[in-house]
């Protein structure tokens, strides 16, 4: 079975319900031309395709006591993967854990209420084996929403655009 591309119009909703996931279909309607119920119909089917995984509240996290977020860093070895993933899924302080390739095994985002806290984390992660911590000081790009690709020009035989 193939996948559904996806059209203009699914694009322009999903980037509507990315900046505000509470619009209402009618408001979306209005916004891409189509009738309320059309709307209702196309958003149903980006969810049951598994286009839209779900709604959320965007919390301020120094507003409900942790205003620390940090980036850890771990780098395993040995048989231990399945062991670290269950831990970290188990602690209400990682908001993220992504494992990758290279030196970094897994890249935890962290928000905790103060330092002792974010020592206390690591604490519990060191066992595995070692990490790296970075504090966030700011963040310049958050919460960025996905929007239609641009045509990107083909190359030719050469590796070039093809100029038209």
């Known amino acids: ?15 509507l319900l990315q900046e505000d996931g509470r619009t209402s279909f009618a408001a979306l309607g209005r916004a891409v031309g189509m009738s309320t119920p059309s709307v209702a119909e196309r ?13 959320r509240a965007e919390i301020d996290l120094a507003k409900v006591g942790r205003p620390i977020l940090a980036i850890v860093r771990m780098s395993v070895v040995g048989d231990v993967l399945g062991r670290i993933s269950e831990t970290v899924r188990k602690m209400p302080e990682v908001l993220e854990c992504h494992r990758g390739t290279g030196a970094d095994s897994f890249i935890a985002k962290v928000a905790v209420g103060s330092v002792e806290d974010l020592e ?18 700011s963040t310049p790009v958050s919460g ?7 045509a990107v020009p083909r ?3 050469h590796g070039h655009p093809r100029r038209r």
């Open 144 to 150: 960025r929403t996905i929007t239609l690709p641009a």
């Open 43 to 55: 958003v149903r089917q980006l969810e049951s395709r598994g286009v839209i995984r779900g709604y």
């Open 1 to 15: 079975m193939t996948e559904k591309r996806l059209d203009a119009t699914d694009w322009k909703l999903l980037e």
């Open 120 to 137: 206390r984390l690591i604490d519990r992660l060191t066992p595995f084996g070692t990490t790296s911590t970075a504090i966030v000081l």
């Open 155 to 157: 190359p030719t035989e």
